[in-house]
């Protein structure tokens, strides 16, 4: 059968042929095999592979562990971070309504909570002035 | 050439009433067993390297193959034994051509496979077989030698099927239950590897 649009000269057959022996010509390697097959301490380089391949998938199974630790920890740590930022909202619109600084603070705080305590109860001069012009008006009176 | 055709069927060292089946070599091997194993790879050993030769010229090459296999195997063996309806041989055989076909992938990518060059000595023996059709046997160094350097032109899946059909001598629905792969697409891939082989040796032309 002749292939004449491809090649004149060879038949499809011919070409067949030829390649099925290349392909079987490339094959033929039995005494490459034999050899092989027969090399000294193949077993012992089988068992030093087969060791080294456990350590490695050992390694990859404790990576596997510690990524389903993280994958089941991040959504529980997620859930405790959304409870904490509820429970923070809820708490921040009772304390605009009912707790003033002291109560926040504390009656016992440090020097900086105490010079806010002071700012707020400490009588100004202008309050004693204030005071002291009502009596003398009064007195006046 | 096609003399292991059926995968089931290939060759391993005949054994004696005495000695222990290849399945109960494997269950003792799971069980932590080495010299179990050990037993296993001396009957096999000869086998897998056959296949490794199909694929590989070169001792080191085919040793490898051996090395992996067997690896491979050794690790998969609670999947086989799930597998009873086949031997374990044929269960290595496919474990084997698989590795070949994988090493054929991976050395595909390295450009030194593609840099063989065809000598004038074998070009002008391949025209002289070309037109007259007859095979010298004297000069199969030279067969052997031009088949080398001619399959490394062919990618790793057609050279995979072209020796599968013509040196192991499978059907394509063996091929299809070692590959996994369809029917059809074995028969497409067979089509098209033998193209493309025919198209290589027309350039001699």
């Known amino acids: 059968m002749l292939n004449g649009k491809e090649n004149r000269s060879v038949p499809r057959a011919t070409l067949d042929s030829v390649g099925r022996d290349i392909i079987r010509a490339s094959a033929d390697n039995d005494r490459e095999a034999a050899a092989a097959a027969q090399s000294p301490f193949l077993f012992s380089r089988l068992r030093t592979r087969i060791n080294a391949e456990r350590e490695r998938r050992a390694e990859d199974e404790n990576w596997i562990t510690t990524l389903r630790i993280l994958w089941r920890a991040i959504p529980s740590m997620a859930l405790v971070a959304v409870f904490a930022f509820l429970l923070f909202l809820s708490t921040g619109t009772q304390t605009s309504t009912s707790l003033s600084d002291t109560a926040l603070l504390g009656e016992r705080g440090t020097g900086v909570e105490r010079v806010v305590l002071t700012d707020q109860t400490a009588i100004s001069n202008e309050d004693v002035l204030a005071t002291i012009m009502s009596e003398d008006g009064e007195a006046s009176k | ?205």
């Open chain 2, 1 to 205: 050439m096609a003399d292991n055709s059926d995968p089931a069927t290939f060759q391993t060292q005949s054994l004696s009433s005495a000695e222990p089946a290849d399945s109960v070599l494997v269950g003792r091997t799971r069980t932590g067993d080495e010299d179990a194993f050990e037993e296993l790879f001396n009957r096999h050993r000869r086998r897998v390297a056959l296949i490794a030769s199909r694929f590989f010229r070169q001792r080191e090459q085919i040793e490898e193959i051996i090395q992996e296999s067997f690896t491979k195997a050794f690790f998969a063996l609670a999947d086989f034994s799930n597998q009873q309806e086949q031997s374990f041989a044929a269960w290595l055989a496919r474990i084997a051509f698989n590795t070949c076909y994988d090493e054929l992938r991976r050395r595909k990518r390295r450009p030194e496979s593609s840099l063989s060059e065809v000598t004038e000595e074998e070009a002008a023996w391949l025209q002289e077989r070309l037109s007259s059709g007859e095979k010298d046997i004297e000069s199969a160094a030279i067969e052997r030698e031009l088949a080398a350097k001619l399959l490394a032109h062919l990618s790793p899946e057609d050279r995979y099927v072209l020796v599968m059909l013509d040196v192991e001598g499978l059907s394509v629905a063996e091929i299809a239950g070692l590959t996994k792969w369809s029917a059809a697409k074995v028969k497409v891939r067979a089509h098209r590897a033998r193209g493309r082989l025919r198209n290589l040796l027309k350039r001699f032309m």
